[in-house]
């Protein structure tokens, strides 16, 4: 199931209410997040993309033609949403006798923490599975890794957290890029993931766009190599490895970050 958190803000509001959700099920599910969605327009847009992913949207809004819009939309268009943050603002209106001022971005507001926030999603998305290496120094963090192990992401959400992320995958018969190689060794993590799990999610990202999964890209034994080759890599130069199989994209991120401070005290 693919979740879709529509905000007005960062969307952490949605994020964390969705992750406490869905803590409660065992069932396999995906977040994207929308946020700074300002518009109707946005939010009719937004509707058709959820349409189409067949995603439940959840959004904490709180401009009354952007929520209209959205929920006019969702009702055309058969997606289930749940409002965050409607009912109980008007329900704290009612018995304050105020009328509330339904002016997005209040949490967070324009403070200096909110844009490190923005610069460091902006960095994420520039130097995202290997794009811009040149100003790769820049990051506070860099993942490195094979295909489908998380390092987009991973790379999110540390972005959410305020912290300036690239990645580089590490492609067979590819040297890395020498920017990579030359990078603080102790700013660096090497993802890896069991082979069979990896596998099964190569398959299906295959699948899901048509291609027969056929290639040495699923193959067990060439995976299982791939995954070995990348270890000996990492520890070459001298990376923490962090293996993700079975884990949520938060606790790896936390093991990160945990790694990343106690690094910066060494």
């Known amino acids: 199931m693919q979740v879709f958190v529509v905000s007005d803000g960062t969307g952490e509001t949605g994020m964390a209410a969705v992750r406490a959700a869905m803590l409660q099920f065992q069932s396999p599910w995906r977040l994207k997040v929308f946020g700074e969605i300002r518009l109707p327009s946005d939010a009719r847009a937004l509707i058709e993309r959820a349409a189409e992913a067949e995603a439940l949207v959840v959004f904490s809004l709180v401009e009354g033609e952007v929520v209209a819009a959205l929920q006019l939309a969702a009702q055309q268009q058969g997606v289930m949403t749940i409002d965050l943050l409607g009912p109980l603002i008007s329900k704290v209106a009612q018995r304050l006798s105020v009328e509330p001022r339904h002016k997005p971005g209040l949490l967070h507001g324009m403070t200096e923490e909110y844009f490190a926030r923005i610069e460091a999603i902006e960095f994420a998305v520039h130097h995202d599975d290997g794009a811009n290496v040149r100003t790769l120094y820049d990051a506070d963090l860099v993942l490195t890794g094979v295909s489908r192990t998380s390092k987009t992401p991973l790379c999110m959400y540390l972005a959410q957290r305020g912290y300036k992320v690239g990645n580089v995958p ?97």
Request: proline letters at 5%; a negative charge; charged letters at 30%.
């Open 170 to 266: 590490l492609i067979p018969s590819i040297d890395p890029p020498r920017e990579l190689l030359e990078l603080d060794q102790k700013r660096v993590f090497g993802l890896v993931i069991d082979p069979t799990e990896l596998t099964t999610i190569r398959q299906a990202r295959l699948r899901s766009i048509n291609v027969l999964p056929t290639t040495n890209y699923t193959d067990i034994e060439s995976v299982y190599d791939e995954i070995e080759r990348a270890k000996i890599f990492c520890r070459r130069n001298g990376w923490r490895i962090i293996d993700v199989t079975g884990k949520a994209v938060e606790e790896n991120a936390a093991r990160i970050i945990e790694y990343h401070e106690m690094s910066k005290g060494e």
